[in-house]
């Protein structure tokens, strides 16, 4: 399958959690989830669709290595980061004990981006 295909299934896996958790918030009252609920649909559904279009729109052969491991990175990170903050805001774990989890997805997530900056200057110098 396409990868942005693939970027496109995901995100909308996180729009149906992100949605869900919206919705539980609104129906019970208790906001304490908010900053899951926004970080669930803005790194994983906005950015990974935001990845399918570049992906679908302009880029034409991505090295596949460089554009899997960026994809794999993604997804980890925005899972990690998903279900941190969820336990955190929700008062399951402590935050001295998360705290060394939720700053690694972080440097990854923004590893993606680098990745993605190569991917992109790749195929312009395939093009050239
Ligand atoms: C069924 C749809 C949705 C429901 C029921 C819902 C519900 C909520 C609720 C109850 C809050 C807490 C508000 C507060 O306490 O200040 C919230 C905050 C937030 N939501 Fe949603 N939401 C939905 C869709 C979305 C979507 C699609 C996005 C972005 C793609 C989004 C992004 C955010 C953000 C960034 C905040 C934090 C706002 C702030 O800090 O004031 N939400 N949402």
């Not at 019970?28 to 906005?46: K, Q």
Request: proline share 3%; hydrophobic share 50%; glycine share 8%.
């Amino acid at each position: 399958m396409n990868l942005d295909k693939r970027y496109l299934i995901w995100a909308l896996g996180f729009a149906a959690v992100g949605l869900a958790l919206g919705i539980y918030m609104a129906a019970s009252h208790n906001h304490a989830e908010l900053v899951a609920h926004a970080h669930i649909l803005l790194i994983g559904f906005v950015l990974s669709f935001v990845y399918g279009i570049i992906h679908r729109l302009w880029l034409e052969k991505p090295s596949r290595a460089v554009a899997n491991i960026q994809f794999v990175l993604h997804q980890a990170a925005a899972i990690t980061v998903s279900v941190g903050l969820f336990l955190l805001y929700g008062g399951f774990v402590p935050e001295s004990k998360l705290d060394p989890v939720l700053t690694c997805p972080v440097v990854s997530s923004e590893g993606t981006l680098f990745s993605r900056a190569s991917t992109k200057e790749l195929s312009r110098e395939k093009e050239a």
